[in-house]
């Protein structure tokens, strides 16, 4: 299905490639990425092991608390974890990502739609990844809570100065890296994970995810008609490479341009994707947006579904979610004229003298507002909570 041959041919930002011409680069070779798949979070794993042995690995909902906890009492595994979160790369910049955050601020709708339809439903191509989360329960039974979790790692880091340490996108983005050790251990002690040279949410993985967040959201969203200028790009890309070193991806892996990432998230598809081993089923996270987008008008269900299920396989392309059975209306369709004219629009108004900045104040309104309804249907133990087996019982 895919090419093999070296090459460093990329499409253009905006364009999908034919699976047939994807092909591995001299920097993310077939071993390189076999490598990088049985490598974890070193420090994190260390923090992750000490409050296993101390009995502490239930709290999955606030391990960062506890890590606190155990630093105040002389723990050096995790009062080293809280200082590499204290220390600055430097080459980051937080002027610089500003521009970043405020595509994120702007843009809400189509920030959203792309991320979840393009990015995390598109990205159940990476089938290992997809087990992995099957593995934790982390989108059975209540997906709008999980999505609610994923969303408010998003939300925060379009606010200035909350990637700051100390600041609440920062402190979240630690929370995440924590989780991602507890259930590498989580899944390899209860036995629901098994390989022989692999570790599960590895370095490879956790570079996947971050060009599903970055790469191929700027993709979706030029695929919609929003389209941003070598500078923004630049911002936005700083923004995401600072958000994979708080998470503990190695800095190897970390993106110095969208470019490279795209690099490396093709290469990754020739390693790791399976179109065809998609289930059909993950198409009911897909309906379950759509019956809350309808919650108060049911009769709409059906063209939100339709919506939906076609923005999925336009942002994703139709070779990348064979497996989903989504049926495919063409490209003239109007879900998705919709979808470009309302992403053409937006992009119109924010080259407007003053029009990203109108844009961005609105989006934050509107992300406050969402916060503080996101916070309300959290329940007593918070989030990031996983389907152990005696929750399953």
């Not at 092909?23 to 794993?45: I, K, M, T, V």
């Not at 909350?162 to 996108?169: D, I, K, R």
């Not at 629901?192 to 949410?201: G, L, N, S, T």
Request: aromatic content about 8%; charged content about 20%; overall charge positive.
């Amino acid at each position: 299905m895919y090419g093999s041959a070296v090459s460093t041919n990329l499409p253009r930002l905006g364009e999908i490639p034919e699976p047939s011409s994807l092909c591995y680069s001299e920097r993310f070779s077939e071993a390189r990425l076999d490598e990088l798949r049985a490598q974890g979070d070193p420090l994190a794993d260390r923090v992750v092991a000490e409050l296993a042995a101390a009995g502490r690995l239930e709290r999955f909902h606030d391990l960062l608390g506890a890590v606190r906890e155990r630093a105040a009492a002389g723990s050096e595994p995790c009062r080293a974890l809280l200082e590499a979160g204290r220390v600055v790369p430097p080459w980051m910049d937080f002027a610089a990502i500003e521009a970043g955050q405020r595509m994120i601020a702007a843009f809400p709708a189509h920030m959203g739609l792309s991320l979840f339809a393009g990015s995390l439903c598109g990205g159940a191509v990476f089938q290992k990844m997809a087990i992995i989360t099957g593995m934790t329960g982390m989108f059975s039974g209540q997906p709008r809570r999980r999505l609610d979790e994923t969303a408010r790692m998003v939300v925060g880091m379009a606010f200035t100065g909350s990637l700051a340490p100390g600041g609440e996108g920062h402190e979240l983005l630690v929370r995440v890296r924590l989780l991602h050790a507890a259930l590498r251990r989580f899944l390899v002690d209860s036995g629901r994970y098994r390989h022989p040279a692999e570790v599960p949410i590895n370095q490879h993985d956790l570079a996947i995810t971050l060009a599903l967040f970055g790469y191929l959201n700027v993709r979706s969203l030029a695929r919609m008609g929003v389209r941003f200028d070598e500078r923004e790009l630049a911002s936005y890309n700083l923004l995401w490479r600072y958000a994979g070193y708080v998470l503990g991806i190695d800095e190897a892996l970390l993106p110095r341009s969208l470019e490279e990432q795209r690099e490396l998230f093709y290469a990754s598809v020739i390693h790791q994707g399976r179109p065809e081993k998609i289930p059909p089923q993950t198409k009911t996270l897909l309906d379950a947006v759509a019956h809350d987008w309808t919650a108060r008008a049911p009769g709409l269900f059906g063209a939100a579904q339709t919506f939906i299920h076609q923005s999925c396989r336009w942002l994703s392309g139709n070779a990348y979610v064979t497996g989903m059975q989504l049926e495919d209306k063409g490209d003239r369709h109007w879900s998705i004229l919709a979808l470009r004219a309302t992403g053409a629009a937006g992009g119109l108004v924010w080259r407007l003298p003053g029009g990203d900045a109108l844009l961005a104040a609105t989006g934050r309104r509107f992300y406050r507002a969402w916060l503080a309804q996101a916070h309300g249907r959290r329940d007593r133990a918070g989030e990031y909570r996983v389907r152990t087996a005696g929750a399953a019982a």
